[in-house]
């Protein structure tokens, strides 16, 4: 098992830039990567970006590319998400997601890619 919690959400105005965690326990001894999904009101959960700890190559949305970066710590095993010029479409629930082990299968660019999920923080940009 695997538990992930995400913090550092919250208000912000337009142009923002806040920071997201993800602090992850359990068994990640064997995870390969690591991701954020969003999901805003009346809209399903989309891909955000993802890192791999295999080699800490990173991969972000057209929508978020320039202005988030994704970064962590493995070792520690801690997630974040630099958000910059937030923008009032990017208010959303912020969901870390983790692939916990090598053997799970499923593209990183989407939901079945990931077999653990935090409870999400919201983050609300106003303009």
């Known amino acids: 098992q695997v538990q992930l919690a995400e913090s550092g959400g919250g208000s912000v105005q337009t142009g923002g830039s806040p920071r997201l965690s993800c602090a992850a326990s359990?068994?990640?001894?064997?995870?390969?990567?690591m991701g954020w999904f969003r999901q805003a009101p009346g809209k399903e959960r989309e891909f955000v970006a993802f890192?791999?700890?295999?080699?800490?190559?990173?991969y972000y949305a057209d929508s978020v590319k320039g202005r988030f970066t994704v970064s962590g710590d493995n070792a520690k095993n801690t997630l974040y998400l630099q958000m910059n010029s937030l923008k009032p479409e990017d208010t959303a629930v912020y969901y870390c997601?983790?692939?916990?082990?090598?053997?799970?299968?499923?593209?990183?660019?989407?939901?079945?890619?990931?077999?653990?999920w935090g409870q999400g923080a919201q983050v609300t940009v106003s303009s």
């Open positions: 997601a983790i692939r916990s082990s090598q053997y799970y299968s499923g593209s990183l660019w989407g939901q079945s890619g990931y077999d653990y």
């Open positions: 359990g068994r990640t001894f064997s995870s390969t990567a």
């Open positions: 890192i791999s700890w295999i080699g800490g190559s990173t």
